[in-house]
């Protein structure tokens, strides 16, 4: 996959890569990232599920038009479509019908005293203007009863995000993701059903590297290379 973005800007990396790994859509299913940047994990989802339709939603208009840009570069404009909108607004702004799966990669942020972005270009991708709350309830919104939230964030905010998606999300499934196999981990990755009524599962780590001075760990490196899923 190739992917076009701004010299100044934010970069996709390794979450939009293990996001996309974590996206179980069927065929036929739609699925819907808000906040989607460039297409980073989007595209990537794309190309992982090759029978699943996808739509981005993004509020920096050039982000988007590389978003769209990307997309016709990697061949999936008939299955990938973006639009503009802001997630502060809310889904019901966006026009767009409910989805069977959303994917999404919040700002980690949401108090501009507590980080200095080293370029305003890229502060939109880390500052949440409406807070976490205001991405659990567009992603609640935007799925239908029975469908699938998948959030990557910090690992320190997992109780928010299960308090803000419950009661109306639950069958929680979680997937911390550590650095190496004996350091907390510092991200997780929440997979929740709306309507979900399951016991919550904790699900055993993914260790992106090993100590011995290899870059990834051999589980890591094939999610990375798109051999493997992020299985749930």
């Avoid at 260790?207 to 051999?218: E, I, M, T, Y």
Wanted: hydrophobic share 45%; aromatic share 6%; proline share 7%.
């Amino acid at each position: 996959m190739r992917l076009r973005q701004r010299a100044d800007g934010y970069r996709a990396g390794m979450d939009a890569a293990l996001l996309a790994a974590a996206c179980d859509a069927l065929p036929g299913q739609r699925v819907l990232e808000p906040g989607c940047g460039v297409g980073g994990a989007l595209l990537a989802a794309a190309t992982r599920r090759p029978e699943a339709l996808f739509q981005g939603v993004e509020r920096d208009p050039v982000a988007a038009g590389l978003a769209t840009e990307n997309a016709d570069l990697n061949l999936l404009s008939d299955r990938v479509a973006i639009q503009a909108g802001d997630v502060d607004s809310g889904f019901r702004a966006s026009g767009l019908p409910v989805f069977d799966a959303v994917m999404t990669n919040p700002p980690f942020f949401d108090d501009a005293a507590t980080l200095r972005a080293p370029n305003p270009a890229k502060s939109g991708a880390w500052m949440a203007d409406g807070g976490l709350k205001a991405w659990t309830t567009f992603c609640l919104k935007a799925v239908r009863e029975g469908g699938t939230i998948t959030i990557i964030h910090r690992a320190d905010r997992l109780a928010d995000i299960l308090a803000q998606l419950a009661p109306k999300a639950g069958s929680f499934r979680i997937r911390p993701i550590a650095p190496f196999a004996d350091a907390p981990a510092k991200r997780v990755i929440v997979r929740a059903i709306k309507t979900g009524k399951a016991p919550l599962v904790l699900l055993p780590p993914l260790v992106l590297h090993d100590r011995d001075g290899g870059k990834h760990s051999a589980e890591a490196e094939a999610i990375l290379r798109g051999e493997a899923a992020l299985g749930w």
